[in-house]
């Protein structure tokens, strides 16, 4: 019997079950809120909304992988276009897509032009330098670490975090650059 | 290297045209959440009552903005009831006027609010028969409490304290101040309790029903 091939993220969003968007919007609010008011340093914050979104992506790509039925992916292009084409389509319902790649092909953007994560959000002065959709960078950092793609030993934490979680504080537009840097194709 | 194109930019947030709220994402994405909030929150307190209370806070946030949203988005149809008001007068039901009474904010929150967060209308909504102030509404099973199974060792603990905090949330800002929570009722036949809202209204709500009449 031969296997399934890969489905579109449009196909499967339209065949999961969904919920209205501003409860996801207003609850990431609260939760924003929450770790504002607990931690108080934006970096904090950061770090923490990182560590979330961290933890979701570990489990997440199980998912992603059992709904979604793509092969192994040969190169970081190829991860990049699914996690961008597929991956933010069937759970956040807006597609993205990958832009500015570097010259050795281990860094790019993926780019969202509609994030439901910033819906009606307005950053204060006292929050510039909070990263406000942190938690996507740690959904992908968690999800391509349970998939293999980590970052050699010598990275510092630090740089990779910079690497992979930085974002505009910007509503309307979300730029993640990912680096790998050791990949194991 | 923080990435900052610009596309049609907004100097204010309030300028943004408010959208349709028709925009969906997966359960999942939600369900994954809601799942960090409930783990974060635990690692912040000590006891079951302090947990449910920063749920609730949280709901309290989510409920307040979303009457604002409700109210403010069907203004359209308000204006199409005005000048139809001669020809089509059924249509005055409609528009999302903000409610001044008891059982008029309780059916907004069981209807309106439940289909827009939940995609349904509540299961039911009573009254309470002990006392005069109590209310409940009751749903099978909660959105936010599909995937979420409580260890015997946290009681009687339930994550509907965030949904409780919604609806406490709406009415506080319609300004139906209320004491809002949610409760686990065991129903006979099912595997899953049923999670009942209790909402218990302030004295002054319910001295100013009174003088309304």
Excluded at chain 1, 151 to 166: A, D, E, R, Y
Excluded at chain 2, 2 to 28: C, D, H, M, T, W
Aim: proline residues 4%; aromatic residues 10%; hydrophobic residues 45%.
């Amino acid at each position: 019997m031969a296997p399934a091939g890969p489905r579109s993220g449009d196909a499967i969003f339209a065949s999961v079950e969904r919920v209205n968007a501003e409860l996801f919007t207003l609850t990431y609010g609260a939760i924003v809120r929450q770790l504002l008011t607990d931690l108080e340093e934006v970096d904090e914050v950061n770090k923490q909304l990182d560590q979330m979104g961290y933890n979701i992506g570990i489990r997440l790509v199980d998912e992603f992988l059992a709904k979604s039925n793509v092969s192994r992916c040969v190169d970081f292009k190829e991860t990049a276009e699914v996690s961008a084409k597929v991956g933010f389509k069937m759970f956040l319902g807006v597609g993205a897509s990958v832009t500015n790649w570097d010259a050795e092909g281990t860094c790019c953007s993926i780019v969202l032009e509609d994030n439901p994560l910033v819906d009606f959000v307005e950053l204060p002065d006292t929050c510039q330098g909070l990263y406000y959709c942190n938690v996507l960078s740690g959904v992908i950092r968690g999800a391509l670490e349970m998939v293999s793609v980590c970052p050699p030993m010598p990275l510092s934490p630090s740089l990779f975090i910079v690497f992979l979680g930085l974002l505009t504080s910007l509503p309307c537009l979300f730029d993640v650059y990912i680096c790998s840097l050791e990949l194991p194709f | 290297m923080i990435g900052a194109s610009k596309i049609k930019q907004y100097s204010n947030v309030l300028e943004k045209p408010l959208s349709k709220g028709k925009q969906e994402v997966s359960l999942s994405a939600f369900a994954f959440l809601f799942s960090e909030l409930v783990q974060y929150n635990q690692t912040q307190v000590d006891n079951i009552a302090e947990l449910e209370r920063r749920l609730e806070d949280a709901g309290y946030a989510v409920g307040a903005r979303c009457l604002e949203l409700l109210c403010h988005r069907e203004k359209v149809y308000h204006i199409i009831v005005k000048l139809c008001v001669m020809f089509m007068p059924f249509w005055l039901s409609q528009g999302n006027r903000r409610e001044t009474r008891l059982l008029g904010i309780l059916s907004f929150v069981h209807s309106t609010v439940w289909k827009v967060l939940f995609g349904k209308v509540a299961d039911s909504l009573e009254k309470g028969t002990e006392h005069e102030d109590e209310y409940m509404i009751s749903e099978k099973e909660l959105l936010v409490n599909r995937f979420i199974s409580i260890p015997k060792d946290m009681g009687t603990f339930n994550c509907g304290a965030f949904v409780a905090g919604i609806v406490r949330g709406v009415l506080d800002s319609a300004g139906f101040p209320a004491v809002v929570t949610a409760h686990f009722v065991p129903m006979e036949g099912q595997q899953r309790p049923r999670t009942t809202i209790l909402i218990k209204f302030a004295e002054e709500v319910l001295r100013r029903e009174a003088r309304l009449g």
